[in-house]
């Protein structure tokens, strides 16, 4: 029997991007006998990224940005693209401000498995956009016909009363690749001129507002002011990057703090961190704070983020309207940050979600 097809949209392959390590995530773990990932993307893809794609089996289609100035150009080669590719039973759509677009053309063409993926609790960062998205949000019943979620108020918010029936499905990850390795602790320190005796500081996410950098420079700050030998680093990248190094520079800590920008070693950088912080206005159910506490990291995060994202005795929700000197002062006398060890929950581990998944899309298959 051929494996089955499935249809993923997404925006891009960046690693800058939390959907996209989820989505990846599963991609490397499928069962490849029985499933295929295909996907449909909307930035250039590099030839030998998608040469890399195609040796397992998978094909990447680019279609214009989902712009306004796009949109005629966009409806008219998807429009195409299924009339010439009829082999999909199934399209799972991590882009739910578009959905009404991508999904309602594959129901003109009875595309019979519609799928929408909610990533978030919120819309947006901005009162516009949030205004925007909750119009475009409305357009998915017309155009979806099942529903999938990282987090229970993740369904609830994008699908209200149908989401009560979401797929919930966990940003799990790789727990052998970020269970904790002392030694790879010492290397990183040493490639990063890090003693082991000084405190380490840590935090992964793109660069925008969301993800609140200004304020963990600003924690960063007054625990410099008590341990001068602390250090930061910050991994990601994006259109705050500029101003954060601006920051850091202001404050003469760029000596202090290590911007890597994006990376496929995160795994390794965490085990050179003693502590994780989070401080976001809003998240859905963020993988890093997974990957974080898997590494044994003492970790505090939001509270505005889910309380479900913990499984760790050493993560903690922090009152984000607190100063950043009260969030430093909990770093600071924080006890057991030099107590690493693996945590581990089958709930977050992606060979055991994987195998959800895969049930969740055969039952669909014969839907």
Known sequence: MEPIRILHVIENFSLNNGVNSVVMNYYNHIDRSRFIFDFIVHEPVPEENIERFRKNGSRVYIMPQLRVKNLVAYIIKLARFFIIHKEYRIIHGHLPNAAFLYLGIARLFRIPVRIVHSHNEISADTFLKKVRNNILNLLIPLAANQYAACSRNSAKYLFGKRGESAFLLNN????????????TRIRIRKEL??????LVIGHVGRFCPQKNHAFIIDVFFEVCSILPDSRLILIGDGELFTAIERKVNSLDLSNKVVLVGVSDRVNEYLQAMDIFILPSLFEGFPVSAVEAQMSGLVCYLSDNINPQVSFSDKTYFLNIKEPASAWAQKIIHC??????RTVYDPGFDIK???KRLEDYYLHLYHY
């Not at 799990?172 to 030694?183: L, Q, V, W």
């Not at 006890?335 to 690493?340: G, K, L, T, V």
Request: hydrophobic share 25%; glycine share 4%; proline share 0%.
């Open 172 to 183: 799990a990850i790789d727990t052998g690749k970020f269970s904790y390795s002392h030694d």
């Open 193 to 198: 001129n890090i003693s082991e005796e000084q």
């Open 352 to 354: 055991v979600q994987a």
């Open 335 to 340: 006890n057991n940050a030099r107590e690493r």
